[in-house]
């Protein structure tokens, strides 16, 4: 049997999500939902996994900070070392306050940029990229679940039969 | 459901209170004799006065941002600002009582400005004295008291009048009311603190000293509504704040405290690069005298919030929470601390019997303020407009 991936369309998010948790408690499991906007607390029904973003930005927030201290050290002290406004800085940490506003800019903007990156990357959203979405509708006003009848042992028909309940208006199936 | 005090909660308070009364004594005892004593009571007095009072006036701040923003997670914890904010006429009361005695002392060596000698010989503060005198201090002091009762009523007399009727046209009047609340206190924050704390350093001045204790203040208030919250949790009562709930609270918490330090940051940091005499005197006195006290003061404030509550799951953790809150506490305590002794006691100052026994006097009578105020009325607001929203909060 081909394994097959099945959109179904839903013209509310609270249909999707009243529907998701009926499937969900069949013992279906449910590969995405698409959506034109967050949907609130879909997360845990469907089962996806908290995000590791944040980890990800204090990685690049640590990146930032180290960049800055053995950037600006070498440039204002070991390099040429700088007399700025009486403050002779022969010694990083004795002038440790006039790089703080500048480390901290520069970990926030890794912090961040790394983040938007990573996020664009992760999700193939990057500008250029080809849509992932199943139905360019997912994008205006309907939401859709995907799921692959290969992460589910039930038969076909029986999913068809518990898909039936939940009150979709559209259902697409692909041969993947 | 209406709270009832425990009887472990009403044993602990009275037992907070009266160590510290006990101690408080016996501080009194073993220093009266010494030279600064009067000086050093008086300062005692005003740090905990000004601390647990502002504790009060940061919640009322908070409920009053919550309304004109139009808030709608906190519903479901409002009457615990409300039991926060109503310390605010007994914080007034006791800090109004330690400002009289130090005006009778004619500054008590606090607020050398009034003393009528110092001022004669000197001409710094002589060119303040249009602003920094007896008379227009206490009518200003007067004035921030007043509209600070007057918008306190009002908010809580709404409160429970919608428990009632519900409706929206007292929550459009809470929203009108709690926007004209910032305006006022937009100002009176940072000249209230000018006038209490910053003119005990009368020689020094710093604009953004204001927001430097305000920040302060609002993340000491955000930790003691998230330990009164947990407390009333831990035994069953608010059924319908959730982890989300604790989760705000424990964000706030962290966003202030980084307020606080980008505060004091800037502060330091500004003064330090100019280098003019005037200005870096406040600092040179608080470095020679606590140089590890107030550097350890700013690594507890930043660092352990810092570090700490970063994770979203330890600011849903009650024990974490409780741990930083109390590190906190104690941490904003130290800066009052400094504020006031740096500039009055310099380096006679130390912590003994006497400044623990007062916090802990003063604390104890807060906490049965606040947990007496509970009992006065429903733990969940009944028509709140934004009740729904906030029992469904979810993030």
């Given at each position: 049997m081909a394994n097959k991936v099945i959109y179904v369309m839903y013209d509310d998010d609270g249909v999707l999500k009243d529907g998701a948790k009926k499937l969900v408690s069949k013992g279906i499991k449910i590969a995405d939902a698409f959506s034109p906007f967050p949907i609130h607390g879909i997360d845990p029904i469907i089962g996806v996994k908290n995000t590791r973003l944040g980890i990800m930005a204090f990685i690049y927030g640590l990146t930032g900070l180290t960049l800055a201290t053995v950037g600006m050290r070498y440039f204002m002290i070991v390099d040429w070392p700088m007399n700025i406004g009486g403050k002779p800085n022969f010694t990083y940490l004795d002038n440790i306050l006039s790089f703080i506003p500048i480390t901290f800019e520069f970990t926030v903007l890794c912090a961040a940029h790394g983040m938007a990156i990573t996020y664009l990357l992760k999700n193939r959203t990057l500008p250029g990229m080809p849509a992932q979405?199943?139905?360019?509708r997912t994008t205006d006003d309907k939401f859709v679940l995907e799921i692959r009848t290969a992460d589910n042992s039930i038969d076909e028909k029986e999913l068809d039969e518990l898909i039936?309940?939940?009150?979709?208006?559209e259902i697409d199936k692909k041969n993947i | 459901m209406e709270f009832e005090i425990t009887k472990k909660a009403k044993r602990n308070t009275l037992l907070i209170a009266g160590g510290g009364l006990l101690l408080t004594l016996i501080g009194i005892i073993t220093n009266?004799?010494?030279?600064?004593f009067m000086t050093r009571f008086m300062a005692s007095g005003l740090i905990n006065a000004f601390y647990f009072f502002a504790i009060g006036l940061g919640a009322l701040f908070f409920l009053a941002l919550a309304y004109a923003t139009e808030t709608g997670w906190y519903a479901s914890i409002k009457r615990v600002i409300e039991a926060v904010a109503g310390f605010l006429p007994y914080g007034i009361g006791l800090f109004g009582t330690v400002l009289l005695a130090i005006t009778m002392m004619?500054?008590?060596?606090?607020?050398?400005?009034?003393?009528p000698e110092v001022v004669a010989h000197d001409e710094m503060i002589e060119g303040k004295s249009a602003y920094l005198n007896k008379p227009f201090f206490w009518i200003r002091t007067i004035i921030y008291f007043t509209v600070y009762l007057i918008f306190l009523n009002g908010f809580r007399k709404r409160s429970l009048e919608e428990d009632k009727i519900g409706g929206t046209e007292l929550h459009f009047k809470n929203y009108r009311r709690g926007a004209l609340f910032l305006v006022f206190f937009a100002v009176f924050s940072s000249t209230s603190s000018w006038d209490w704390l910053m003119s005990i350093d009368v020689h020094w001045f710093s604009t953004l000293f204001g927001w430097y204790t305000f920040a302060g203040m609002w993340c000491t208030t955000m930790v003691v509504l998230i330990l009164v919250t947990l407390h009333l949790k831990k035994h069953g009562?608010?059924?319908?704040?959730?982890e989300s709930h604790i989760h705000d609270l424990g964000k706030w918490t962290f966003a202030t405290s980084f307020l606080w330090s980008y505060l004091w940051f800037s502060q330091f940091m500004l003064i330090w690069y100019a280098n003019i005499g005037e200005e870096v005197s406040y600092y040179q006195m608080r470095i020679e005298n606590y140089q590890i006290l107030y550097f350890a003061m700013f690594v507890i404030n930043f660092a352990f919030p810092m570090l700490i509550l970063m994770s979203r799951d330890a600011k849903r953790h009650a024990g974490i929470l409780t741990f930083v809150g109390l590190i906190i506490l104690a941490g904003h305590w130290l800066d009052v601390y400094i504020m006031v002794?740096?500039?009055?006691?310099?380096?006679?100052?130390t912590i003994g019997a006497l400044e623990i026994g007062m916090a802990l006097l003063v604390m104890g009578g807060f906490i049965w303020v606040i947990l007496r105020n509970l009992t006065k009325?429903?733990?969940?607001?009944?028509?709140?407009?934004?009740l729904d929203e906030s029992i469904h909060h979810e993030i």
């Open positions: 979405n199943p139905d360019p039936k309940d939940t009150g979709y208006i | 009266f004799e010494d030279h600064h004619d500054g008590a060596h606090l607020y050398s400005w009034m003393d009562y608010l059924e319908k704040v959730n002794s740096g500039g009055s006691l310099g380096s006679t100052a009325s429903p733990l969940t607001p009944v028509n709140h407009p934004f």
